[in-house]
């Protein structure tokens, strides 16, 4: 069974930084596009960044465009999250998604 394995979550203060990490053992990650989305406490989940399968295209809802940088690095199967200038408003769940499969979740505080 395929598993996207997501680290690096945790509790930061507004203006810090985290990276999140997004792993397969998917011999064939680089083959396709990966996202990132986020769920807040009571709210749908939410699309947050793309990044193609080559990792020369990416994009960005608007709520964290200049703050955040989505990356993968295709040897090593893995997906990444730079979150700089974390706000109060960032606090979710973290999931990244490779086609049909998701991450577990990574917990993702914002908080003074």
């Known amino acids: 069974q395929l598993q996207l394995v997501e680290t690096g979550g945790g509790l930061v203060h507004p203006g810090g930084s985290l990276r999140l990490s997004c792993a397969t053992s998917?011999?064939?990650?680089?083959?396709?596009?990966m996202f990132w989305y986020r769920q807040a406490p009571g709210k749908e989940r939410e699309w947050v960044a793309t990044?193609?399968?080559?990792?020369?295209?990416?994009n960005y809802d608007n709520s964290v465009k200049g703050r955040f940088t989505i990356s993968r690095d295709n040897i090593k199967s893995t997906g990444y999250l730079q979150m700089n200038d974390l706000k109060p408003e960032d606090t979710a769940v973290y999931y990244c998604?490779?086609?049909?499969?998701w991450g577990q979740g990574t917990q993702v505080t914002v908080s003074s």
């Open positions: 998917a011999s064939t990650f680089g083959y396709y596009g």
């Open positions: 998604n490779w086609l049909q499969y």
């Open positions: 990044i193609s399968a080559a990792g020369n295209w990416t």
